[in-house]
Structures are given as structure tokens and as C-alpha cells.
């Protein structure tokens, strides 16, 4: 498996959010996480890439394995720059003051191959027009849905291979929804292994392969996403009866 997660314990200060969970994504898959608001789901994504909140929470148990190596250790930059892996975290992260194409040319600035990067602008705007629409648009002038299209198309940039998908639907209208995921699939296909977070259930566990639910920092179910969208308790708690 690509990556592991090894039950893992984080806090903020004294208050623990996740208490010793554990799950996997294989080479290729995509995976989803599913909760409830306050769960967990961005504390895991955050203790995978290192990135701290503003507060800061720390990992204080288990572990965190990619490719079998133990990634406890490894600093933010060179979780992207080494190991390939990118988030895109809410739209709303994204850096307002610059433009489109500014933004982007951030996301590469540890990338060396001037013929890779200049083809992969290539392939954001060609997966996502309106960003080549919008080029030199100040990205805290664009709509909710293309600051989720450019916090997608920025973690692209970075040469990932692994993508951590911080709530990619937030804003987006069905339309839109429906075109984001269909390039997220897009870029599965082309091999892009993927971990989703997702509010909407529904919608998250028909993009997947398979699917944990999260709850006040437990996994309380997992299994195929087809499963998990017909366990009654699931069924329930999550997708509205
Ligand atoms: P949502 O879907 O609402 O974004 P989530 O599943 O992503 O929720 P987290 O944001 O990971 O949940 O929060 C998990 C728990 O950790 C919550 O109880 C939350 O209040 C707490 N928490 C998150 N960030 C901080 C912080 N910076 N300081 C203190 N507690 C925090």
C-alpha cells in the first residue's frame, strides 16, 4: 500500500481530535473520508502534509507510512517536493492578492524541468478553461467554485502524484460539481492516486473505490464504497435516510 495510516492520535493542546485511527490508500485508489463537521478530516489531511493550522496541532501517537517509510519526520516542502504529495486544501486558501497565473507559478517553484512545467499549465488549462479564462484575474476577485478549481489546478502544478482533496464540491453549484469531479476522475485515470474529504457523502462514496466514516476522531465504518452506501448505519447517520 502507498500510504498508511498507523493509529494516529493528534491534539490541539490538550484536546485530542483524533484518537488513534488507522487506514490505507493504494497506489491508484481513490479514498475517501467521510464525517460529520468537527470529526477530523482536515486534522488528517493536515498531519499527512505537515501543514499546521494557524493554532497548531500535533501528532502525539501511531505513525504515518508512504511506500513503508515512516513521513512523522519529513518537513512540508519536501512532503511535496519529494514524496510528491500535494493538498488542495479549501478554496478559500488560496493566495487572494495574485493573480491565476501567479498562483500556479508559486506551486512550482521547487520544480526544475522547464519542458514539464510548461506542459502541465498546459494540461490545468486544458482541464480547466475557465483558469485559462481567468489568468490574470486577482484569485480573490474569482467565484467560490474557481477558487476550489484553482486550489485543484495549483496542487496539480506541484508535479503531484498524490492528491489530498480538502472538500473540492464546497461552493460549487451541481454544474460545476459535476465538472470538477469528472476531471478529478480524469486525472485518476491518468494515474493520480486520491484522498477525498467530503461533507457530501452521497456524492463522495460514487467517486470512490472505497470509503472510511469518520466520527469525533474514530473510523466507525469502512469498506467498498458500494457497501458503504448501502450499510444501513451509513445509510442513516450520512446520506439522509
Ligand atoms: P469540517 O467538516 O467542519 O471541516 P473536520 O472533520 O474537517 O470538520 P477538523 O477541522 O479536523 O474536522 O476538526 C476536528 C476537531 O478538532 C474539532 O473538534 C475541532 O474543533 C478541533 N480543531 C480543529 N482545528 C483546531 C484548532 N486549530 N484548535 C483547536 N481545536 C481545533
Request: proline share 3%; charged share 25%; net charge neutral.
Amino acid at each position: 500500500m502507498l500510504l498508511e495510516i498507523k493509529n494516529l492520535y493528534v491534539k490541539y493542546g490538550n484536546i485530542e481530535a483524533l484518537h488513534g485511527i488507522s487506514f490505507t490508500v493504494d497506489k491508484g485508489e481513490i479514498v475517501t473520508l467521510i464525517g460529520s463537521n468537527g470529526a477530523g478530516k482536515t486534522t488528517t489531511l493536515h498531519a499527512i502534509t505537515r501543514v499546521p493550522p494557524p493554532e497548531g496541532s500535533k501528532v502525539s501517537g501511531g505513525d504515518i507510512l508512504y511506500d513503508g517509510k515512516s513521513i512523522l519526520n519529513v518537513s512540508a516542502h519536501s512532503i511535496v517536493a519529494d514524496y510528491h504529495i500535494a493538498l488542495a486544501p479549501e478554496g478559500r486558501h488560496i493566495f487572494g492578492n495574485l493573480t491565476v497565473e501567479e498562483n500556479l507559478k508559486l506551486a512550482t517553484y521547487s520544480r526544475k524541468d522547464d519542458a514539464a512545467r510548461k506542459k502541465d499549465y498546459e494540461r490545468v488549462y486544458d482541464l480547466f478553461p475557465k483558469m485559462a479564462e481567468r489568468r490574470y484575474q486577482r484569485s480573490e476577485t474569482l467565484s467560490g467554485g474557481e477558487q476550489q478549481m484553482l486550489s485543484v489546478s495549483r496542487a496539480i502544478m506541484t508535479a503531484c502524484d498524490f492528491i489530498l482533496l480538502d472538500e473540492p464540491s464546497m461552493g460549487l453549484s451541481p454544474l460545476l460539481m459535476y465538472d470538477m469531479f469528472r476531471v478529478l476522475k480524469k486525472l485518476n485515470e491518468e494515474g493520480m492516486t486520491i484522498l477525498l474529504i467530503e461533507q457530501n457523502a452521497n456524492l463522495a462514496l460514487k467517486f470512490a473505490h472505497r470509503g472510511y466514516v469518520l466520527d469525533t476522531g474514530e473510523i466507525v465504518a469502512r469498506g467498498s464504497a458500494k457497501d458503504l452506501l448501502n450499510n444501513p448505519d451509513v445509510k442513516k447517520a450520512y446520506l439522509g435516510g
